[in-house]
């Protein structure tokens, strides 16, 4: 499979995982376990920089999910320039639950505290630091699964 195939197939998967990752997240809301997300955050710190007067709360959601969605169909179009060959199910499942943890490190461990919207994972104090690293092995492991069967019979 050539890169461009590659990419939007990744891409196709990004898309996926961040759909089951926003489903995941607002079960955790509903039980009080998350109540500020990284994407709410980014529009947050834009909204310092830009808009001292502050967003309309649509605005705050559509920025949030735009931010989001195309967070995660980036990634996941990364993903797939990255993975030469595609395995089995089980296989891309690992590779993408590590490329999604691999993801929530690389952004909450440097650009996310570059730009001033958290602190990184090692100076929280919450153990619910853990679940945006476990909804990204979710969105991973997704994404792969999307992957292996889109490029089942490409190979």
Not at 47 to 69: D, K, Q, Y
Not at 107 to 120: F, N
Request: hydrophobic share 45%.
């Amino acid at each position: 499979m050539d890169a461009k195939s590659r990419i939007l197939t990744g891409a196709l998967g990004g898309a996926g995982g961040t759909l089951v990752l926003s489903g995941l997240r607002a079960a955790w809301r509903r039980a009080g376990l998350v109540f500020d997300t990284a994407p709410t955050q980014v529009v947050d710190r834009v909204e310092e920089l830009v808009a001292p007067e502050g967003f309309s709360p649509n605005t705050r959601r559509v920025l949030a999910a735009t931010a989001h969605v195309a967070y995660g169909i980036s990634t996941g179009a990364a993903f797939g320039l990255l993975r030469r060959e595609s395995g089995g199910m089980g296989e891309e499942a690992a590779v993408g639950s590590s490329l999604g943890i691999l993801a929530w490190g690389a952004g909450w461990s440097s650009w996310l505290p570059l730009a001033g919207v958290h602190s990184p994972p090692w100076e929280q104090r919450s153990p619910k630091v853990l679940l945006p690293a476990i909804d990204h092995a979710v969105y991973g492991a997704v994404w792969g699964l999307i992957y292996a069967a889109l490029t089942r019979d490409r190979q």
